[in-house]
């Protein structure tokens, strides 16, 4: 029986040498769940382990009123009502722990009803509790919004916290709002969540909820992601319609994201990946971050953790390893897959690639964090290039009827006359 370091040792000196852990004493020698779980550790110790997107700041809003002093991240939620008979709930801080986060996308969402009406505000108040609840456990989680950030908190040994926000309605069509979003730190935006946004079409027009409204991005839709480069957020495309992600990959000049979705050869769900847009997505360089939702995985309410490591085996099969990342969904999602229940079973999901004999410590650094690590600095060169090209801040504004707006909740601020001088 070999301790894990050995393993590890050993797992190092055959990629030295170029080839794959498969056709070394390794495949026959990692012969226990436990020693692969150890050296899966091992691994993700020496590279961050960057989760693409988590809810919990919604749930906190669902359960406490965003009230941070009722809500002990440090203790053992699965103790603690109501989040011990949510099964929403699969995060807090010692889980997080145990299963070796080192990075984590903690997203802004608010939900699609709120478009046209109060979504920037609500925006504007999840970003702030995610702020405080990054200096609240200050000890133990640091806000991120740039590479080097995120591995200067994984030396400090806490979890490098970024933000992320779910679905281009929380800008309110203006590309003001986006950049403010970028100055309170927020790093990637989901174009659409579940609805149509009147620059961009969403997933759900791919099983008839709505009809397509723009076939994709609309040439407002086209700017918005040219902005994102100017300013250096990513451009992520969960919850996108297949145009969008075709619009969005031919307009964005930075490689773009998936921060949760699977492959969708193996499951058929709109919020999957077709094989031709991952392949276009290899070719520019992006990222796509394999998410844990059964329906996702299996499409079907039970999967397993084999059943994930399909999908990332897959995509590897497909584009290649440098391609793929992690995007759980936790505290997002109600069914999680068996042997991936909650945020302290990643090991699992690494010991499982260990398992199936091909994949290598390199390999598996790569699908932790290492592309994501990649794909953040290819955005931010992308940002410097264009600043030093002197290219300005976007002033294309939206023109014409905004989709689902009602005109009684808005002010129309340009038609009012000036009343100022008394
Ligand atoms: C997925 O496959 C099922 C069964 O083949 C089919 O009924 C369904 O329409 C497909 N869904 C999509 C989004 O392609
Ligand atoms: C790894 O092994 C699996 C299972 O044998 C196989 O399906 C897959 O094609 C292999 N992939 C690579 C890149 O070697």
Known sequence: MFPGWMLLVLLLASQQLGRPARGHSLDGAVTSARERVD???HIL????LIDGHNDLPWNIRKFVHNQLKDFNFAGDLRTVAPWSRSAWSHTDLRRLRRGMVGGQFWVAYVPCESQNLNAVQLTLE???LIKRLIDKYAHQMQFASDTKEIMRAHGDRKIASLIGVEGGHSIGNSLAVLRILYDLGVRYMTLTHTCNTPWADSSSVEHNMKYPEH????????AVVREMNRLGMMVDLSHASVGTMRDALAASKAPVIFSHSSAFALCNSSRNVPDDILRDLAVSGGLVMVTFYNYFVKCGPTATVADVAEHISYIRDLIGVDHIGVGGDFDGINR???GLEDVSMYPELFAELLRIGNWTADDLKKVAGLNLLR???SVEKVRDHMRLSGVLPSEVFITGPLSGARPECFLDVDSIEREMEL
């Open 336 to 338: 999680t897959p068996r």
């Open 215 to 222: 076939g994709g991005l609309t040439s407002f839709g086209k």
């Open 39 to 41: 050296l899966a550790r």
């Open 126 to 128: 999840q970003i702030d």
């Open 45 to 48: 110790a020496e590279a961050p």
């Open 375 to 377: 794909v953040f600095s």
